[in-house]
C-alpha cells in the first residue's frame, strides 16, 4: 500500500489535505519543522505522523505531496527525486483528487476562507462530503458527494484545477510580490473561469467580476438589483444577521447567520446561490444559522468585560470589513485594533489604504512588519505606517498591558503573520494580575 508523505504537513493546505487523504482510508505521515503549529492539532488528533525533516523518511513506497514554500533543493526533495518516486506539488495532487466528485472552488482576494467554510458546514449537514478549508480543517468521505475546496490565485496555483463549479467572491490587487497590477489579477481569475465546467456562481457588485467572461452559466448575487440573487432587509440582532434573498427579483426565503457585516452577507448570498442551483432544499440551506466559523476569522474570547477578537485580516479591505464586524457587533464598545502587517512588499504597495482603513478604529497599534522568506527587508519599517495614522502607537511584546486601559473595549489582533503571540502575551499578564 502506498503511503502519501507530505513534506511540510503543518501548512494549512497541506494538513487539511492530509486529513481528506486519511479520512479517505489512505495511508498518511509528513514531516515539517518542529515548531508548534496550531495545524498540526487535528493531525494529532487523527495520529497521523509527524516527523522532523530527514532524508531518511523518503522510502521506496512513498508518494510524496510537497508544500509550495519548499524549494527542489529541500532535502526530502532531493530524496525523493533522486529515487525517482511519484511527486506532486500541493496544487498539482489537489487537482487530480477532486476530480473523482462534484467539485466547488471558492476564490477570490478576500472572503474564501469563511465562504469554504460556511459552504461546507451547509453541505455536510445533509450529504457524505470532503473539504478542504485554508484554515487547516480537512475532511473525507469514501462516499463523497461533493468536494469543497478552497482555491487560492497566489502565483495562479488555482489554475491546477478544473472544477465543475466556482465561487468567485471578489477580484482586488493582492501579491504584490507576484501580481503587477489588477489587470494582472483579472487575467489569472479570467484564466480560472475558462476551466470551470459547470458553473460561476460571481459577486455581481464586484465591477471586476462583471466583466468576467465565460462558457459556462454565470449566476450574480450581491445586493445590487441586477443580481440573480439579492439580498434585502438585512437586520442585525443578537444571533447574528438576518436577511431575505430575492431570486430574479421573486422572494424566495429568509436566511440568518451568526455573522455580521455585510461582507458576511454577501459571503452567504454565494452559499444559497450555489445550493438553489444544486436544488438543495432551502430548508437545509438554512443551517447556515448553526455555522461555527473558521480559524482565525473574528475568532473571539472574553476577558471581563473586553472582547478579544483573532482576525486573518492582513489586507486593507478586509482590516475594513473586520473592524465593521466589530462595531455591528458591539455597537456600544469602543474597537481597538492590533495591526501587525505582513511582507514589506504588501505594506510598501498599501501604505496609505492601510492608514485609512485602521482610523476605522478608535485607538491604533502596531506591531513591527511580519516579512516573508520570499523577499528582502528593504527599508521600510511599520514606523512609516504609524506616521500616517494620527495617535497610533507601536505595540511590542513587553508592553502589551497598555491595552488594559480599555476595559470595555473590543481588542481586535489582526494580520497573517505571528500576531497571535501578541494576544497571548497580553492574556498570559492579564491572567497573572488577576
Known sequence: MTTYHFIGIKGTGMSALA???????????????????????????KNIPIL????TNIKEDCTIIAGNAFSDDQIEIKEAKRQGLTFYRY???????????????VTGAHGKTSTTGLLAHVLDETFPISYLIGDGTGKGHVDSRYFVFEACEYRRHFLRYEPDYAIMTNIDFD??????????????????????KKGIIACGDDEELQKIQAKVPVVYYGFATTNDFQAQNV?????????????????????TIPMYGNHNVLNALSVIAICHYEEINAQDIKKMATFGGVKRRFTEKTLANQVLIDDYAHHPKEITATIDSARKKYPNKEVVAIFQPHTFTRTKTFLDEF??????????????????????AGKLTVNDLQKRIEGSSVLQL?????????????????????????????????NVRN
Open 19 to 45: 486529513q481528506i487523504l486519511h479520512d479517505s482510508g489512505e495511508r498518511v505521515q509528513g514531516s515539517d519543522v518542529e515548531k508548534h503549529f496550531f495545524t498540526q492539532e487535528a493531525l494529532e488528533a
Open 52 to 55: 522532523p525533516f530527514s532524508a
Open 91 to 105: 496544487h498539482e495532487f489537489l487537482g487530480e483528487w477532486l476530480k473523482q466528485y462534484t467539485s466547488i472552488a
Open 175 to 196: 501579491h504584490p510580490d507576484y501580481f503587477t497590477s489588477i489587470d494582472d489579477v483579472f487575467e489569472a481569475f479570467q484564466s480560472m473561469a475558462d476551466q470551470v
Open 235 to 255: 437586520v442585525e440582532t443578537d444571533a447574528g444577521t438576518t436577511f431575505d434573498v430575492f431570486v430574479r427579483n421573486t422572494y424566495y426565503e429568509t436566511f
Open 355 to 376: 492608514a485609512e482603513s485602521l482610523s476605522l478604529a478608535d485607538h491604533v497599534y502596531l506591531c513591527d512588519i511580519f516579512g516573508s522568506a520570499r523577499e528582502e
Open 398 to 430: 513587553d508592553n502589551t498591558d497598555v491595552l488594559e486601559q480599555y476595559e470595555d473595549g473590543v481588542l481586535v489582533f489582526m494580520g497573517a503573520g505571528d500576531i497571535q503571540k501578541f494576544q497571548q502575551a497580553y492574556e498570559e499578564k492579564k
